[in-house]
């Protein structure tokens, strides 16, 4: 149903209003003001109503079949958080891990506050002071493949709910100041968000995408509170930040559909990111090791089967040349050049 079928006519409640004023001061003319009054109040109401009924459709949270990696969040930049504080609104970091974690889409690693906590855990381990058989040790802490970096520009002032208030107004000049005051309490500000995501290993930058909200809208709830969205759903002017991000991150999730070239992982795991990416070396060019054990093997080429060519002492240097692969090092000892699997030196 259209608007303009429900709003009173207005001509009608001029004649009110100027009929009230002709008649002498008694019951007549405070029912007519009452009157016209309550039909401004419904008039507004009317409006209101029919703006969120005709808005833009019920937001949705992109889904896909499995995830393509795991992803960490990265708090925004200092002034975007004391923005967001001057609206009592914390860091979106917690509400984009769970769009993340409710899409599908990634498997969310913790590097936030909760890592503090992970951390005292695993020191309590290290001290001894845990049960022998907690099996927590090193090397079992998952990888991010990537970064996922919001930015929010929230923009301020009341221009929209002013505009409703007088709207009102002009149309039924002293009462509508009464109706605009009411109007004017709703508040119809935008969002314009951004969120970055970057590979880990190469440091590129893999998806970007922007979000932008323009006003409360009421419906935009469903999506909230099937996740709980905490405080972004107490104030109107956390739901358009809650908005414009859910909108932000299903333009990454399409985009990562969209492009699967994006992120080549199957995301069961994070080692097929780390296979892709160039081998990471511990150690600079130049750098002295030495054997672990007596009769470390000096291979002709790095793999397994490649022919001896001399073996190390215990304790016996050698100068790392600066090439590794398939977890085997280019070193020169005193006698020869040669490959060496890396775990078997120190240094």
């Not at 058989?133 to 929209?160: C, E, L, R, S």
């Not at 709830?221 to 909108?247: C, F, H, N, P």
């Not at 040349?321 to 050049?337: F, H, K, N, T, V």
């Amino acid at each position: 149903m259209g608007v303009h079928s429900n709003v009173p006519n207005i001509r009608q409640e001029r004649g009110y209003l100027m009929e009230a004023s002709s008649i002498s001061r008694g019951g007549s003319a405070l029912a007519l003001l009452n009157r016209a009054v309550c039909t401004a109040l419904g008039m507004m109401l009317l409006v209101l109503t029919s703006s969120i009924a005709l808005g833009d459709e019920e937001a949705v949270l992109e889904q896909c079949d499995s995830p393509k990696g795991t992803i960490a969040v990265a708090e925004p930049q200092s002034h975007v958080i004391m923005t967001l504080s001057r609206y009592n609104l914390p860091p979106p970091t917690s509400l984009l891990r769970q769009y993340i974690q409710n899409s599908n889409c990634f498997q969310v690693v913790e590097r936030g506050r909760a890592m503090r906590n992970i951390q005292q855990e695993r020191s309590l381990s290290e001290s001894g002071m845990l049960q022998q058989d907690a099996n927590m040790g090193g090397a079992q802490m998952v990888t991010a493949d990537f970064v996922m970096t919001p930015d929010v520009i929230f923009k301020d002032g009341n221009a929209g709910g002013a505009g409703v208030g007088a709207a009102v107004g002009s149309l039924f000049g002293g009462i509508g100041s009464l109706v605009g005051a009411v109007a004017g309490g709703v508040k119809f500000q935008e969002a314009q968000t951004t969120l970055t995501m970057a590979d880990t290993r190469s440091t590129i930058q893999v998806a970007a995408a922007s979000g932008t909200y323009k006003k409360a809208d009421w419906a935009f709830g469903g999506v909230l509170g099937a996740i709980g969205g905490g405080a972004y759903t107490s104030t109107d002017e956390g739901k358009i930040v809650a908005a414009a991000l859910l909108d932000n991150y299903n333009n990454i999730v399409r985009d990562v559909r969209n492009n699967p070239s994006l992120l080549e992982s199957t995301s069961a795991v994070a080692e097929q990111n780390a296979a892709a990416s160039l081998q990471a070396v511990s150690h600079r060019p130049g750098a002295v090791l030495s054997a672990k054990l007596d009769n470390v093997k000096v291979l002709e080429g790095p793999e397994r089967g490649a022919d001896v060519v001399t073996k190390l002492k215990k304790g016996e240097e050698v100068v790392f040349m600066g090439d590794a692969e398939d977890g085997y090092l280019l070193i020169q000892g005193s006698e020869a050049e040669g490959w060496v699997q890396e775990f078997m030196l120190d240094g």
